[in-house]
């Protein structure tokens, strides 16, 4: 059974930082291309970014490109995304996604920016 627990969201300033983390069960992340998305108040989930399988592949939004870092513990079986000088503008639930045939979603975690 297929399984995604995101974790690691929390209030914190514009300008900081925090590292998410989505646990995999069920599969292994090294065999997927793995993602994270971010769905804000009133808004359209967008992809943030993606690691291929191999991890030769990374990808991000240009809304975060030089600030967010998406790596991968295969020994955890875990995918990180670490957010660096947040602002406001990120504020949103964060997802962890996996394509294994069907689309599976981990139930977020809530990133908050604000002073």
């Known amino acids: 059974q297929v399984q995604l627990v995101e974790s690691g969201g929390g209030l914190v300033q514009p300008g900081g930082s925090l590292r998410l983390s989505c646990a995999a069960s069920?599969?292994?992340?090294?065999?997927?291309?793995m993602n994270w998305y971010r769905q804000a108040p009133g808004k359209e989930r967008e992809l943030v970014a993606t690691?291929?399988?191999?991890?030769?592949?990374?990808n991000y939004a240009d809304s975060v490109k030089g600030r967010f870092t998406i790596s991968r513990d295969n020994a955890k079986n875990t995918v990180y995304l670490q957010m660096n000088r947040l602002k406001p503008e990120d504020t949103a639930v964060y997802y962890c996604?996996?394509?294994?045939?069907?689309?599976?979603w981990g139930k977020g975690t809530l990133v908050t920016v604000s002073s």
């Open positions: 996604n996996a394509r294994i045939g069907l689309n599976y």
């Open positions: 069920g599969f292994t992340v090294r065999t997927y291309a």
């Open positions: 690691i291929t399988s191999t991890g030769d592949s990374i």
